[in-house]
């Protein structure tokens, strides 16, 4: 027996068994009698190869979803006797937990109104509720920008240093449940006709998804990250922290820790030009002459958000316009284009690549709204002189007041 508990490959082995068993609908209670060993001995490392190896394994996400819920629910004891990642409030890790901590205390209190809405017989009483629970929902979107960072900075850090990462994907799925749930609750919430049973469905959906993400995150991701990633790394996403900002707290006081000497790869993240010493090197294309301080100026003030991946669909640049429509972090440099969106939109990415490899397209355009505002987001494949594929682009572009355009303009205002 002890040597199977002190087995990691068995124990995972094993573990992984009893989740695509569950996920194919054999019986709970004789999966864990047969697995019983390995759920009592098991690690949260295990539990991220287990994730990673179901991701592999191509179950369906929704399947994925529901099926690591279970085997969660049947894990929860084991995996609640190992402890947290014990770090500063300060550190990248500490202040995802103080976020995790204020979201606690707002679902909290949101529990007494979701009692009143359910007892309330009174319809202006009922209204006078319903509107304040509609206030308290609709300031849980802070919260976004926690799993903003997660996605955009956290994720590539941890992709970069642990091999077995694929669990990412769940998580930003439930993240993107999360955004939808949110959305249709405060829709529901100021409807005319108010449908008590969606609200009280939609209600249990979001408490779950959100008490999900905190389960997971700080005794199934944080305590595995704090010891795959380099510790040299933390400072670098708390320095890209602050342009997508904090949930809840205000932006905390970061103390750098000293720096150690840590060997330079092809893959490490966050390095940047010396602008100082590089700023004034001139650039001589085709049609003029620029220095690199003139390029970066030309990119950064164009009224579009740029992002371009080269021939192995990896971020290369992407530039830093006063408006930007979706969030981005120097960790993504180096990261495939796969990675950088949720697991249900992935499928577009690769058609879109493969379509723009094949020379099938030269270009696609997609348009969506968002924040009330009217977004055209265009893709064009960029090709050498021999026509051979080097990469594409996007380029994200508010066309609100664009459209509204009508006649003409000769005069300056």
């Known amino acids: 027996m002890s040597e199977f508990i002190n087995n990691n490959q068995a ?10 068993q569950l996920i194919k609908g054999e019986k709970g209670t004789e999966l864990i009698e047969k697995h019983q060993l390995a759920i009592d001995h098991l690690t949260p490392n295990d539990i991220i190869l287990v994730v990673h190896r179901l991701v592999e394994a191509n179950v369906p996400m929704e399947d994925l979803k529901v099926g690591i819920n279970k085997a969660l629910n ?26 995790n901590a204020a979201l606690d205390t707002r679902l909290k209190a949101i529990k007494p109104l979701v009692k009143n809405i359910n007892r309330i017989e009174d319809p202006q009483e009922l209204a006078s509720e319903l509107s304040l629970l509609k206030q308290k929902i609709s300031e849980l979107d802070e919260m976004n920008k926690h799993y903003q960072r997660k996605e955009n900075i956290f994720f590539p850090y941890f992709e970069n240093q642990y091999p077995e990462y694929k669990c990412l994907g769940v998580m930003w799925s439930i993240h993107d449940d999360i955004r939808k749930v949110q959305k249709q609750l405060v829709a529901e919430l100021q409807s005319e006709l108010i449908d008590l049973k969606l609200i009280n469905r939609l209600l249990g959906d979001l408490f779950f998804f959100m008490y999900a993400i905190i389960s997971r995150e700080e005794y199934l991701l944080f305590p595995i990250a704090l010891n795959a990633v380099s510790e040299d790394l933390w400072d670098e996403m708390n320095d890209q922290s602050s342009e997508i900002g904090f949930s809840f707290i205000e932006a905390p006081k970061l103390v750098k820790a000293e720096k150690k000497s840590v060997k330079k790869t092809e893959k490490m993240i966050g390095e940047e030009l010396d602008m100082e010493q590089l700023g004034d090197n001139l650039l001589n294309f085709e049609t003029g002459l620029m220095t690199l301080k003139q390029a970066m100026m ?3 003030h164009l009224p579009v958000d740029i992002t371009m991946i080269d021939e192995n669909d990896r971020v290369c640049f992407f530039s830093n316009p006063k408006e930007r429509f979706f969030p981005r972090s120097k960790a993504i440099i180096g990261r495939t284009v796969q990675n950088c969106h949720p697991p249900e939109s992935v499928h577009v990415v690769d058609d879109l690549v493969k379509a723009f490899k094949s020379e099938e397209k030269d270009s696609e355009s997609f348009w969506i709204q968002m924040k009330g505002r009217f977004i ?6 960029l090709r050498d002189e021999k026509n051979v594929y080097k990469g594409c682009i996007e380029v994200s572009q508010d066309a609100t007041d664009i459209r509204k355009l009508d006649g003409e303009k000769r005069l300056m205002d």
Do not use: T, W
Not at 11 to 20: I, K, N, Q, T
Not at 376 to 381: E, H
């Open 74 to 99: 049947v894990f929860h004891k084991a995996i609640h006797n190992h402890p947290k990642a014990d770090v500063q409030e300060n550190h990248f890790l500490g202040i995802m937990m103080l976020e």
């Open 298 to 300: 030309l990119l950064n």
């Open 376 to 381: 055209l987001i265009q893709y064009f494949a």
């Open 11 to 20: 124990r995972v082995d094993s573990l992984f068994e009893f989740c695509y």
